[in-house]
C-alpha cells in the first residue's frame, strides 16, 4: 500500500507539533522518520495509524483519502516501543488476539488462526517459545513477538514507534539487522520512528529528516549522509566538525588561514562549513601542504581507529578520526603540532545556520 502525506499541520495548544508535512511513500518501501525529541515524528505516525487526526491535511493510501477513517478501517498494524503483550496471554495466543477479537464474519476459523500464529511465530524465529509467557521472554525476544502480533492481522501498512529504544545496544543491532531481512521477506509497507542517525541510515530505503515540525530533508541513506540538504541534517547525521568562516575565490577563509574548495563550494560571503571526523587528513607540521594548523590534545586509539582530539589556534577543538595503523605510522603522540586537511567540506550561507 503506498502512503500519500499530504500537508499535514498539527498543533497542540500553542505547541506547533507539524507544519505542512507532505511525504510519499511508495508501496513496500521502509522508510525512517528521523529526528530529535519532540520533532513531531511519532505525532506523524499516530496519524498515518488513524490513533490521531491532522488539523488540517491529507493522508491518502492507495489513492483514497483515509484522513476520517478509524484506525480498525485503515489495515495498520503497530508496534510500540514498550511491547505492549499482554502478561496473562502465552506467546501464541498474544499473536492470535487480534485475530481474534475481529467482527464474527470476519475473524479466521480457530484452525486457520492457529496455522497462521505457527507461520508468523517461525516468521520471526521464535515459535519454539509458543507456550511460554512474555515475562519468561528477553526485551529482544519481546518486541519480535510485538512484531508477529502487528503482522498476524495482514496490515497493508506496518508502522513502528521506536521499536528498540528499550534495548540495550548490542541485541538493537542484532534486531535491526533481523528487521531488515524480514522486510524484504514480507515487502509490507513500513515506517518506523527513530532518532538513532545509524539505526536509520542502516535500516531503511529512505530517510525523512524532520525538525520543529518540519521536513528539513528527504532521500535514501546515502544522500542524506553524504550530501545534507541543510545545516540541520549535516549536523544531526553523523559527527561533524563546524567552521564559521568566509567563502571567497574558491576557498574558506577561517582567519588567517584558507582552506581549498571544490567545485560546489557555495555563493561567496559568510558561511558556515562541516567537516566530518574521519574526512581529514593530518600532516605532521604547522602548515604543511596549506593545512589547518592545530595541536593534538588527545589520543583514544582502541579498535582499528583512532579518535585525535585536536585545538585550533584559536583554541576550538576539532575531532579527527583516522585508522590506528596510519595513526601510528605518522609517530605522532600528544603535543605535537600537525596540520589538518579536508578531504570534503560542505558549505552552507550563514544565515542558514538560524534558520
Not at 61 to 88: C, I, K, N
Request: with cysteine.
Amino acid at each position: 500500500m503506498s502512503i500519500a502525506i499530504r500537508h499535514i499541520s498539527k498543533q497542540f495548544g500553542a505547541f506547533q507539533a507539524l507544519d505542512d508535512v507532505s511525504i510519499d511513500i511508495p508501496s513496500g518501501e521502509l522508510v525512517a522518520l528521523l529526528g530529535p525529541s519532540g520533532c513531531g515524528k511519532t505525532t506523524l505516525l499516530r496519524i498515518i495509524a488513524g490513533l490521531d487526526f491532522a488539523d488540517r491535511g491529507q493522508i491518502v493510501l492507495d489513492g483514497d483519502d483515509a484522513s476520517a477513517r478509524h484506525v480498525r478501517e485503515r489495515r495498520v498494524g503497530f508496534v510500540f516501543q514498550h511491547y505492549a503483550l499482554f502478561r496473562h496471554m502465552t506467546i501464541a495466543d498474544n499473536v492470535a488476539f487480534g485475530l481474534r477479537v475481529k467482527p464474527r464474519r470476519e475473524r479466521p476459523a480457530e484452525a486457520d488462526i492457529k496455522r497462521r500464529v505457527k507461520r508468523l511465530l517461525e516468521l520471526v524465529q521464535l515459535d519454539w517459545l509458543a507456550d511460554r509467557y512474555p515475562s519468561q521472554l528477553s526485551g529482544g525476544q519481546r518486541q519480535r513477538i510485538a512484531l508477529a502480533r502487528a503482522l498476524a492481522v495482514e496490515p497493508k501498512v506496518l508502522l513502528l514507534d521506536e521499536p528498540f529504544g528499550a534495548l540495550d545496544a548490542k541485541v538493537r543491532k542484532e534486531l535491526r539487522r533481523w528487521l531488515r531481512q524480514l522486510h524484504d521477506e514480507i515487502h509490507v509497507t513500513s515506517v518506523f520512528v527513530t532518532h538513532d542517525q545509524e539505526e536509520a541510515l542502516e535500516v531503511s530505503d529512505r530517510v525523512v529528516v524532520i525538525n520543529r515540525g518540519k521536513v528539513e530533508q528527504i532521500g535514501t541513506p546515502e544522500s542524506v549522509y553524504d550530501h545534507p540538504a541543510t545545516p540541520f541534517v549535516a549536523n544531526f547525521l553523523g559527527s561533524v566538525n563546524l567552521f564559521h568562516g568566509r567563502v571567497e575565490d574558491g576557498h574558506l577563509h577561517l582567519g588567517e588561514h584558507a582552506l581549498v574548495l571544490g567545485a560546489d563550494g557555495g555563493s561567496e560571503g559568510k558561511a558556515v562549513a562541516f567537516v566530518r571526523p574521519h574526512e581529514f587528513d593530518i600532516v605532521p607540521g604547522w602548515g604543511a601542504g596549506g593545512g589547518l594548523p592545530a595541536t593534538i590534545v588527545r589520543v583514544v586509539s582502541v579498535g582499528p581507529s583512532a579518535q585525535i582530539e585536536l585545538s585550533r589556534l584559536d583554541g576550538e577543538l576539532i575531532e579527527v578520526t583516522i585508522a590506528r595503523d596510519t595513526f601510528h605510522s605518522l609517530g605522532l603522540s600528544e603535543g605535537d603540532q600537525v596540520s589538518l586537511r579536508p578531504r570534503h567540506i560542505r558549505v552552507f550561507q550563514a544565515e542558514a545556520l538560524a534558520a
